[in-house]
């Protein structure tokens, strides 16, 4: 294959460079166009635009491959956990034993808050969203770890160690505090004797003489959650976080952009209307077939199937219906709602109109099943989602800070709007 591309824009022709991937992934690389020849892409959405070179994440939506750092989802769902996950997507490669414990030390020394922060929750009012006290704690986070958060790029590099450890642990604690804020609850402090997703769940549920100490089953569900969503390559939120690094802001700042990001519907709220979808079938008394005719017909929208990345399946949905079936086993639940699951699960795995048009259940699918099992409150699944992004959203950071060579981010525009006009005195206005 030739190593250039042709573009020809009336009479002149454009060399372009090609960029190829070490996955085989071709691109055509415009960084000179508008230099060149005046003209720019246009590509609303950026889908088809690469925005960065990146070692962290390989997506393959016509195979169903995701891949962190090399290492196939399947292999580190079976045999690896959040935190040791969280150090390959941040550091790109697997941790020895030495390197592990000391970073699960690191995070674990890290999860209590100033205790002035902890009056930073009672400004809130009582129905904040989860969302906006997350994204405005990480920022302010930031303020008690000057060095860290400092915007010199060298000094915050220097600090990032330590920076990673902080937000990975607190951004637990911040969450549990939110929701206890907000149910009018007194906050539960760590017990660093319980594992990353353990503690959590202690910090969120326990309560006066009535510790909550997580099964391993349910332990297992919320670890497997944290670390099918540690990083899926340049999304919304991901690459928000990039954009906002790019200007020279730090990294506490920055993730707090992407928790903003993520906040949107479109992206981090996928798995509320899975469960929102299930119970309006739920209260109907249906099992789920009615309501497939319906989206048939085009007239209900089924949530929760297909993907904008995924063309064929979501490897991680296969992980975690797997896992959502061990989970109701172990705690022994009736709820129906997982049987109405399993009925859309089947028929969009074995039906012509949904195997046809590729609907296959994703991720978001399962994972607000398994939320809801575990107890999590909706408007906290998208906090949920948030703890587990935290790792990729750091990584991206570091990989761009690390960048030499890298500028900041300015799309440019088509700009569709009035011709030059002349100012007129208001008196002169029709």
């Not at 292999?75 to 970073?103: C, H, M, R, W």
């Not at 594992?195 to 349910?218: D, R």
């Amino acid at each position: 294959m030739d190593n250039s591309a042709s573009l020809r824009i009336g009479d002149n022709e454009i060399e372009l460079p090609l960029i190829v991937g070490s996955e085989d992934e071709h691109a055509v690389d415009t960084r000179t166009l508008r230099a060149r020849s005046g003209f720019v892409t246009f590509d609303e959405g950026y889908g088809n635009t690469g925005s960065c070179l990146s070692k962290i994440t390989f997506v393959d939506g016509e195979k169903g491959i995701l891949r962190y750092c090399g290492y196939p989802i399947e292999q580190l769902a079976e045999k690896s956990n959040f935190l040791e996950v969280a150090f390959l997507t941040i550091y790109g490669e697997l941790p020895d034993q030495d390197k592990a414990d000391n970073f699960r030390e690191k995070v674990l020394r890290s999860t209590n808050l100033h205790v002035s922060m902890e009056r930073h929750f009672e400004g809130f009012p009582g129905n904040s969203h989860p969302m906006a006290v997350l994204s405005a704690m990480l920022n302010s986070l930031g303020c008690y770890y000057p060095d860290m958060a400092s915007n010199n790029r060298q000094q915050d590099l220097e600090h990032f160690d330590n920076a990673a450890a902080v937000l990975i642990s607190k951004v637990r604690t911040i969450a549990a505090m939110s929701y206890r804020t907000k149910m009018g609850l007194p906050f539960n402090y760590p017990d660093n004797e319980l594992g990353y997703s353990g503690n959590f769940l202690h910090m969120m549920f326990s309560q006066p003489h009535h510790p909550y100490i997580a099964s391993p089953e349910v332990a297992h569900a919320l670890n497997l959650f944290l670390l099918l969503h540690a990083d899926h390559e340049q999304n919304c939120s991901t690459s928000t976080v990039r954009m906002v690094a790019s200007g020279g802001a730090n990294l506490f700042a920055s993730v707090a952009s992407g928790v903003c990001a993520l906040w949107g519907p479109l992206h981090g709220g996928a798995n509320m209307a899975v469960i929102k979808m299930l119970e309006e079938i739920q209260k109907t008394g249906d099992d789920g077939s009615k309501f497939l005719d319906e989206v048939k017909d085009g007239n209900k929208k089924l949530m929760g199937f297909g993907h904008r990345v995924y063309k064929n399946f979501d490897p991680r949905a296969n992980i975690l219906a797997q896992a959502a079936e061990r989970l109701f086993a172990s705690l022994g639940s009736q709820d129906s709602l997982l049987d109405i699951a399993r009925h859309l699960a089947d028929a969009a795995l074995h039906q012509d109109y949904f195997i046809e048009r590729k609907l296959y259940p994703n991720v978001d699918f399962y994972s607000g099943i398994i939320l809801k099992a575990i107890g999590i409150p909706l408007d906290m699944f998208t906090v949920m989602f948030a703890i587990g992004r935290m790792p990729g959203w750091i990584a991206h950071w570091k990989e761009l800070a690390e960048n030499p060579k890298g500028r900041i981010h300015r799309p440019r525009q088509i700009y569709m709007g009035a011709n030059q006009r002349d100012y007129l005195p208001i008196e002169e206005r029709d």
